[in-house]
């Protein structure tokens, strides 16, 4: 069973910089993708960017690109989030999703971080 957590995130004023890690045990796919997705309160939960397990493709909403990274240790078996030039809309509870094998459909869920972003 595949199982997610997440660190990295807390408070910081815009313009600023985190970097958010989810650590993934019993996650061996080498198919499939994982990802960082984010709900704002009273906001429709937001695709930030995945990257593909094969092929290490990553994709990015458009709100984010030229500021957010993602990328993934595949020895030390954890993801990351690198986000710059940080906005207040960035405010949000991030989380983790990892996907089964074959399928870029999440299934497996972290329980999340908080990224506050003040102005």
């Not at 995130?9 to 989810?22: F, Y």
Request: net charge positive; proline share 3%; charged share 15%.
């Amino acid at each position: 069973q595949v199982q997610l957590a997440e660190s990295g995130g807390g408070s910081v004023q815009a313009g600023g910089s985190l970097r958010l890690s989810c650590a993934a045990s019993g996650y061996t796919y080498t198919s499939g993708c994982m990802g960082w997705i984010r709900q704002a309160p009273g906001k429709e939960r937001e695709g930030v960017a995945k990257i593909y397990s094969g092929s290490g493709r990553t994709s990015y909403a458009d709100s984010v690109k030229g500021r957010f990274t993602i990328s993934r240790d595949n020895a030390k078996n954890t993801l990351y989030l690198q986000m710059n030039s940080l906005k207040p809309e960035d405010t949000a509870m991030y989380y983790c999703a990892a996907s089964p094998a074959g399928v870029c459909v999440y299934n497996s869920w972290g329980q999340g971080t908080q990224v506050t972003v003040s102005s």
